[in-house]
């Protein structure tokens, strides 16, 4: 997946910095890669309860065609880099690469 430049730094900068104006537990990034037999993992940074004071983290959701999630990554202290999940149905894994474009 690849990611604006300035976007893709400044959403890293946030995994170790604490934003500034953003909600408590907002979603601040949330895009989807689709895969050719239909599934889909959303790529997520996520503020945390305390923005003021805490870093953002983050996260990979796997769902299946119709919707459903099917497994989710470990949560995350970096933005870019790999996101990889096992479903839980197939076993097959998942595996998303954030770059910088």
Same mark, same amino acid.
């Given at each position: 997946?690849? %990611?604006?430049?300035?976007? $893709? ?7 170790? +910095? ?5 909600? =408590?537990?907002? @979603? ?8 050719? /037999? $239909?599934? =889909?993992? @959303?790529?997520?940074?996520? @503020?945390?309860? /305390?923005?003021?004071?805490?870093? &953002? ?6 769902? /299946?065609?119709? $919707?459903?999630?099917? $497994? &989710?990554?470990? +949560? ?12 839980? %149905?197939?076993? /097959?894994?998942?595996? +998303?690469? %954030? %770059?910088?474009?």
């Amino acid at each position: 997946m690849e %990611v604006e430049k300035e976007k $893709g730094q400044e959403l890293e900068k946030f995994c170790h +910095v604490p934003p500034k104006d953003c909600g =408590r537990g907002e @979603a601040i990034f949330d895009q989807e890669f689709v895969f050719e /037999n $239909g599934m =889909r993992m @959303a790529i997520q940074v996520i @503020a945390s309860e /305390n923005p003021d004071t805490e870093e &953002c983290w983050t996260q990979g959701v796997l769902f /299946n065609k119709i $919707g459903i999630e099917v $497994g &989710c990554t470990d +949560v995350g202290e970096t933005f870019l880099g790999e996101y990889q999940i096992k479903d839980t %149905v197939y076993s /097959n894994e998942y595996l +998303v690469e %954030v %770059v910088l474009k």
